[in-house]
């Protein structure tokens, strides 16, 4: 590990202030989303401290952040009686997943699932094409090529009819949660029920703040294991 690394775990990912996680000020300057929206649901407009946010955790290594976002983003589903089987997630391109380390969807996921009482499961992997990060909006409007994972269709793994909620990190053009969608649908027989981000690109003219416990004016999540 570099001998930077423990400082930065210390530090603000927007400001760069001392704190474990994100600092209050910051918190509550993010660009959120009102709840509810569209057919993903996101915290933030994919902008300012949120995209500082979303990039230190992803090429930062800062994987500590990533669950306790999950749950945030749990909660902002408030579904009640959903009672999701699995959680799952686009899985990272292979090349973007070795070099960080992490697949950081796979730690939102777990994240959500904590919030929502479910189980978290890879249940896709990749199978070819370059990574969707990068790409211009064209490039990333077909998607990733996706298949299920190995073990997906077989025995206490199998999805069948199960519903599920799908988690990526940013969403640009829904091209790779409509893939995975796809994907679950075709290969798994799965349902997804509900669909999460955190941030959106392009929501710069919808920006809302609101008053909301664990969100703006509310307490922060608590980083834990």
Known sequence: MPPTAGLLRRLCPVCLRPDPFICRECWGALAWLPPG??????????????????????????????????????????????????????????????????????????????????????????TAGRPQTGGTRAERASGPQLAPARGALLGPRRVAGSPLILVDDVVTTGASLDAAGKAIDDELNGRVVARLALARVGDHHDQARFDRDGMVGGNRPVPRA
């Open 37 to 126: 929206r569209a057919d993903t649901i996101a915290l933030w407009d994919y902008s300012g401290g949120a995209r500082s946010v979303v990039l230190t955790a992803k090429n930062g290594n800062r994987r500590d952040l990533l669950r306790p976002l999950g749950r945030v983003l749990g909660a902002r589903l408030g579904v009640a009686g959903l009672e999701p089987v699995v959680v799952t997630w686009v899985p990272a391109h292979g090349k973007s997943r070795r070099r960080r380390g992490y697949d950081q969807g796979a730690l939102l996921a777990a994240g959500v699932a904590d919030a929502v009482g479910a189980r978290h499961r890879r249940l896709l992997r990749r």
